[in-house]
């Protein structure tokens, strides 16, 4: 919230989260909720500012990232993210 832009390549990892809304946003997001095992279990693609909600019952996290990253990056269901401190 309260930034204009997110440059790909960057996101936020959000846990334990299984569910977001967009009120008070100002740009659109593509999200990818993950397990504990870091697999993939559901991504959305261009969600939209203030009158987007999204929620993965299943989920441990959710990635909001820029719009375009998943595919940009091929994210798949299944896929298992490796995450670098």
Not at 53 to 64: G, R, T
């Amino acid at each position: 919230m309260g930034r204009s832009r997110l440059p790909l390549g960057q996101g936020m990892l959000l846990q334990p989260c299984n569910s977001i809304h967009m009120m008070f946003m100002r740009q659109s997001l593509d999200l990818v909720y993950i397990d504990k095992g870091n697999m993939i279990i559901k991504k959305v693609p261009n969600i939209r500012p203030w009158i987007g909600v999204s929620m993965c019952k299943k989920a441990d996290a959710v990635i909001e990232m820029p719009v375009g990253s998943i595919e940009y990056y091929g994210y798949e269901v299944g896929n298992i993210l490796t995450f670098i401190k």
